[in-house]
């Protein structure tokens, strides 16, 4: 079992930053590749951003490219998500998730464990 809480929401100007931070606990953090998704309501929850098991890896949806940075700390169990330059359309709950299995992944059905989510609102 792997818990994962979810830290870092808030509510930011176009334009500006904020890092979510995802604590892991409960069994071996390094053994998980990890992603971020995120949700508007109505809609599906979208994949973001993921990483694979030692950090050397990681992908990216075309919108967070050049924005987002996906990161671990192996040490503190903890990956990150550094977004900058906030578009308000990247208003959403963001969900970070734990894979089972080895390599990165972009669907939602790959991952088994999540977050309760935090909300990022960006403002115009």
């Known amino acids: 079992q792997v818990q994962l809480v979810e830290s870092g929401g808030g509510l930011v100007q176009a334009g500006g930053s904020l890092r979510l931070s995802c604590a892991a606990s409960?069994?071996?953090?390094?053994?998980?590749?990890m992603g971020w998704f995120r949700q508007v309501p109505g809609k599906e929850r979208e994949f973001v951003a993921a990483i694979n098991r030692s950090g050397s890896n990681t992908y990216y949806v075309d919108s967070a490219k050049g924005r987002f940075t996906i990161s671990r700390d192996n040490a503190k169990s903890t990956v990150y998500l550094q977004m900058n330059n906030l578009k308000p359309e990247d208003t959403a709950v963001y969900y970070c998730a734990a894979r089972d299995l080895l390599g990165i992944a972009t669907a939602e059905t790959a991952y088994r464990y999540w977050g309760q989510g935090t909300q990022v609102i960006v403002s115009s």
């Open positions: 409960g069994r071996t953090f390094s053994s998980n590749p």
